[in-house]
């Protein structure tokens, strides 16, 4: 979404170093935690390589004639990482 945390956002990718192939994180399963027609947040489970364990946090996406992300004025996409024990809740998606 344009605004002051799409700017933020931008800022902080470009600063960071791209991960290396085999360390991102990887979509594990998902669920929607809230709806309306302009607003959702989606929470997903990654296996993540570089903290050794699954991990959970939630997204706010917008509509705007497409789904898109709604970074927070600091430029933040969602929820700090918590580990997560089991994909219980969340629908899978995986298999690539």
Avoid: C
């Amino acid at each position: 979404m344009a605004g002051e945390g799409k700017v933020a956002y931008a800022r902080a990718r470009a600063s960071r170093q791209a991960v290396a192939d085999g360390a991102a994180a990887q979509i594990a399963g998902f669920r929607i935690v809230s709806y309306t027609p302009q607003n959702a947040v989606v929470g997903t489970v990654s296996r993540d390589p570089a903290r050794g364990a699954r991990t959970a946090r939630t997204t706010t996406v917008k509509w705007d004639g497409d789904w898109k992300l709604a970074p927070t004025p600091e430029g933040s996409t969602g929820s700090a990482p918590q580990v997560a024990n089991s994909l219980s809740g969340y629908v899978f998606w995986g298999g690539f």
